[in-house]
T-cell receptor, first 112, second 113 residues
Framework: NAGVTQTPKFRVLKTGQSMTLLCAQDMNHEYMYWYRQDPGMGLRLIHYSVGEGTTAKGEVPDGYNVSRLKKQNFLLGLESAAPSQTSVYFC???????????FGPGTRLTVT | AQSVSQHNHHVILSEAASLELGCNYSYGGTVNLFWYVQYPGQHLQLLLKYFSGDPLVKGIKGFEAEFIKSKFSFNLRKPSVQWSDTAEYFCAVNDGRDDKIIFGKGTRLHILP
């Protein structure tokens, strides 16, 4: 089992560019989450999904969109990147209402 | 909204010292509590969890945590730390009202050899 994987591992964007981060899990988990990690701020929840076709906002959803078209994939989109979105992005998944999360390796995004 | 406070942002200890990292949460109802660890350059891994039952929970690598409902606390402890415990530690809470998991800001632990 690969667990939770994230693509890409690194990316540099210019302000205003768009991109999509892909999270994939092979554990048949219903719940998937996107977080951003910034120094001194811990992990902050961006969006999450409790099943295929569902999404919900987290603590810091502005500037991001998500889609969960397939159970195993959770996409995070930045329509118009801003320097404030420079961060490390982590995806996580867990079983229904179990909340013991399995994390991916992260994507380091720099917006210049 | 649920919030999680970790009081110590940066802790430096010598090997064999005892460790206690504080975590407080804001919601007074039923909670699910977690401690995660992030070793340098790695992703987060679960150390231990509390859902119900015995308020003293044991996790991996000799860590334990105590849930004290009256104090809204879930402090992490280890009797004798090792250099390999150098990492960042995160407390996290799910309060059962929705499916969000809220993390604290983390505590960086540095163990001197």
């Amino acid at each position: 089992n690969a667990g939770v994987t994230q693509t890409p591992k690194f990316r540099v964007l210019k302000t205003g560019q768009s991109m999509t981060l892909l999270c994939a899990q092979d554990m048949n988990h219903e719940y998937m989450y996107w977080y951003r990690q910034d120094p001194g701020m811990g992990l902050r929840l961006i969006h999450y999904s409790v099943g295929e076709g569902t999404t919900a906002k987290g603590e810091v959803p502005d500037g991001y969109n998500v889609s969960r078209l397939k159970k195993q994939n959770f996409l995070l989109g930045l329509e118009s990147a801003a320097p404030s979105q420079t961060s490390v992005y982590f995806c996580a998944s867990n079983r229904v209402r179990a909340y013991e999360q399995y994390f991916g390796p992260g994507t380091r995004l720099t917006v210049t | 909204a649920q919030s999680v406070s970790q009081h110590n942002h940066h802790v430096i200890l010598s090997e064999a010292a005892s460790l206690e990292l504080g975590c407080n949460y804001s919601y007074g109802g039923t909670v699910n509590l977690f401690w995660y660890v992030q070793y340098p350059g790695q992703h987060l891994q679960l150390l231990l969890k509390y859902f119900s039952g015995d308020p003293l929970v044991k996790g991996i690598k000799g860590f334990e945590a105590e849930f004290i409902k009256s104090k809204f606390s879930f402090n992490l402890r280890k009797p004798s730390v090792q250099w390999s415990d150098t990492a960042e530690y995160f407390c996290a809470v799910n309060d059962g009202r929705d499916d969000k998991i809220i993390f604290g800001k983390g505590t960086r632990l540095h163990i001197l050899p």
